[in-house]
């Protein structure tokens, strides 16, 4: 039996409508493909500035000068929130005269540093950061390698990753 015109035009409309649904959904994969690495990129290059803001900071709060403590001091709280600059204030209040007193310098070397903490709201981030500290002063005048694991804790402010809270860690 041979296919009569309306069934030759049928199968033509279904092939064509078939047709146009593979291609819709080949589209949508690629369009939902492209979303997934833009979106996976964007979360690396966020990971690497909080990778990068805490060990700074770490380095910074490692590395110190008794010929130029209050830039020292200075320079780590630059880095810090409002909050963490007032803590600050109050806690080198007492470290400034011992660290005067006994001529002390210090040069920070961040190790290695992990992601291990973020709160819900992506906002707050904890990062473990292992530093070496080459520690100097009157009674080691060539030094000791100090070795520090801290958790520096960090609060987005706007578009950078500000110090919040930074502790030993044993």
């Keep these: 039996m041979k296919p009569t015109r309306s069934r030759l035009l049928g199968r ?70 409002e909050d963490f600059q007032r803590q600050f204030d109050t806690a080198s209040k007492r470290l400034k005269p011992l660290i005067l007193k006994m001529k002390a310098s210090a040069r920070g070397e961040a190790l290695a540093a992990a992601l291990v903490e973020s709160t819900d709201d992506e906002d707050t981030r904890s990062v473990l950061v292992a530093v070496d500290a080459t520690i100097t002063n009157r009674d080691l005048p060539k030094g000791k390698v100090q070795r520090f694991r801290l958790k520096v804790t960090l609060q987005r402010v706007g578009e950078k990753w500000l110090l919040d809270k930074i502790t030993t860690v044993v």
């Design 12 to 81: 033509s409309v279904l092939t064509r409508g078939l047709a146009a649904v593979v291609a819709l959904t080949l589209l949508a994969v690629v369009i939902v493909s492209s979303l997934q690495l833009r979106s996976s990129a964007s979360e690396e290059a966020e990971r690497d500035a909080v990778l990068s803001a805490a060990r700074r900071a770490a380095v910074t709060f490692a590395t110190y000068d008794h010929a130029s403590l209050d830039a020292s001091f200075n320079r780590l709280k630059s880095l810090g929130t």
